[in-house]
């Protein structure tokens, strides 16, 4: 069986018995088991294509960052590794999707703050990963083609060709503002304990610009299925916290006007990749973006409400950008209607006034 190779193989890389797993679900590109050991719980995973890029990836993002599990041993030839195990604790979706409104305004403010202060001290850390094909702006890019031509049928022009250029400057390797980041930091991924929040499934992690980070906080969660409508001033907070935090390991990236234009940039490609990743299931109408059993958003209930967003938000950076997706947002209200409708509040904010 799976799991007990799995087991065997996780008692040789530790040096002790690995016994009694528990699966943790997860996806199918590994497996993932809670297990114990004589010194107390582990977590074992094991990536069953062996030393695949994300089993890389995440051993570079444990091994690099703070605020993670605590990487235990790696066997590299069979694409396993163990960590420490972080308990049972609620996730930020929990929070959200719960009925708690201090609980999930207050732990999305400590979630961020945790976030940035992964990111400034993970400055100078080591990350050996092969990033030649790792740029959000490439994805944007095609985003942006397919809104052209599969939504609104309208030629590129010079002006949008010279955005996505813009957009792609944040791509460029710069030590200044470069961050080792989990990268996939959604609500489901940051786990609460007793010493604060913890990011898992390092699958992503990357070398990046810290402003993809900050439009977690700017959309909320950019790229990520619990996206919901905030409540007023939610967002505002959290991109101050980010920033705030972010700034004690790295002040002159956040002084303005910059760090909100890359903030801007970052949230546009965001929105144009997120386009690309999602467009063919919005026009299937797929009912939810989320796993089963949990509120969710629909595809076009997700890209229609980030095509909003981004109209207004970028248009000062981006301006046609925005026009883009503001015409693609009105094209959802005219050729999807009520399924494109606003998805609604979360529903730890539901009865806000």
Same mark, same amino acid.
């Given at each position: 069986? /799976?799991? %007990? @190779? &799995?087991?065997? *193989?996780?008692? +040789?890389?530790?040096?002790?018995?690995?016994?009694?797993?528990?699966? =943790? !679900?997860?996806?199918?590109?590994?497996?993932?088991?809670?297990?114990?050991?004589?010194?107390?719980?582990?977590?074992?995973?094991?990536?069953?294509?062996?030393?695949?890029?994300?089993?890389?990836?995440?051993?570079?993002?444990?091994? /690099?960052? %703070? @605020? &993670?599990?605590? *990487?235990?041993? +790696?066997?590299?030839?069979?694409?396993?590794?163990?960590?420490?195990? =972080? !308990?049972?604790?609620?996730?930020?979706?929990?929070?959200?999707?719960?009925?708690?409104?201090?609980?999930?305004?207050?732990?999305?403010?400590?979630?961020?703050?945790?976030?940035?202060?992964?990111?400034?001290?993970?400055?100078?850390?080591?990350?050996?990963?092969?990033?030649?094909?790792?740029?959000?702006?490439?994805?944007?890019?095609?985003?942006?083609?397919?809104? =052209?031509?599969?939504?609104?049928?309208?030629?590129?022009?010079?002006?949008?060709?010279?955005?996505?250029?813009?957009?792609?400057?944040?791509?460029?390797?710069?030590?200044?503002?470069?961050?080792?980041?989990?990268?996939?930091?959604?609500?489901?991924?940051?786990?609460?304990?007793?010493?604060?929040?913890?990011?898992?499934?390092?699958?992503?992690?990357?070398?990046?610009?810290?402003?993809?980070?900050?439009?977690?906080?700017?959309?909320?969660?950019?790229?990520?299925?619990?996206?919901?409508?905030?409540?007023?001033?939610?967002?505002?907070?959290?991109?101050?916290?980010?920033?705030?935090?972010?700034?004690?390991?790295?002040?002159?990236?956040?002084?303005?006007?910059?760090?909100?234009?890359?903030?801007?940039?970052?949230?546009?490609?965001?929105?144009?990749?997120?386009?690309?990743?999602?467009?063919?299931?919005?026009?299937?109408?797929?009912?939810?973006?989320?796993?089963?059993?949990?509120?969710?958003?629909?595809?076009?209930?997700?890209?229609?409400?980030?095509?909003?967003?981004?109209?207004?938000?970028?248009?000062?950076?981006?301006?046609?950008?925005?026009?883009?997706?503001?015409?693609?947002?009105?094209?959802?209200?005219?050729?999807?209607?009520?399924?494109?409708?606003?998805?609604?509040?979360?529903?730890?904010?539901?009865?806000?006034?």
């Amino acid at each position: 069986m /799976a799991e %007990d @190779h &799995t087991l065997r *193989l996780a008692s +040789v890389a530790l040096g002790t018995p690995v016994s009694d797993p528990q699966p =943790l !679900g997860g996806s199918t590109r590994s497996l993932v088991l809670r297990c114990r050991t004589p010194s107390g719980p582990v977590v074992v995973k094991r990536y069953p294509d062996g030393s695949s890029a994300a089993f890389a990836r995440e051993v570079a993002g444990l091994a /690099a960052l %703070d @605020h &993670t599990p605590e *990487l235990l041993a +790696v066997d590299r030839v069979h694409g396993l590794i163990v960590m420490s195990d =972080l !308990g049972t604790g609620p996730t930020l979706a929990d929070l959200l999707l719960g009925g708690d409104r201090e609980a999930a305004w207050a732990g999305a403010l400590e979630w961020v703050g945790a976030l940035a202060d992964t990111l400034g001290r993970s400055r100078g850390a080591t990350f050996e990963v092969d990033l030649a094909a790792d740029e959000p702006s490439a994805a944007a890019r095609t985003g942006a083609r397919m809104l =052209l031509d599969d939504v609104l049928g309208v030629p590129a022009d010079a002006a949008l060709d010279a955005e996505l250029d813009l957009i792609a400057t944040l791509d460029h390797r710069d030590p200044a503002s470069d961050v080792v980041s989990p990268t996939d930091t959604c609500p489901d991924n940051a786990l609460r304990t007793a010493d604060g929040w913890r990011f898992v499934d390092l699958e992503g992690a990357t070398v990046h610009h810290a402003a993809y980070d900050a439009a977690y906080a700017a959309m909320p969660f950019s790229t990520c299925w619990c996206v919901f409508d905030p409540p007023p001033g939610f967002t505002d907070q959290l991109l101050d916290r980010f920033t705030t935090t972010l700034g004690t390991h790295l002040p002159d990236l956040v002084r303005e006007p910059g760090w909100t234009r890359s903030v801007d940039l970052a949230s546009a490609a965001w929105i144009l990749a997120m386009t690309g990743w999602l467009l063919f299931g919005a026009d299937e109408d797929r009912p939810r973006v989320g796993p089963p059993g949990v509120p969710s958003p629909s595809y076009r209930q997700l890209l229609t409400s980030r095509w909003r967003w981004g109209a207004v938000r970028v248009r000062s950076t981006v301006p046609v950008v925005a026009g883009l997706l503001g015409a693609a947002a009105a094209w959802a209200d005219d050729e999807w209607g009520a399924s494109a409708a606003p998805v609604g509040p979360y529903r730890a904010f539901a009865h806000d006034e």
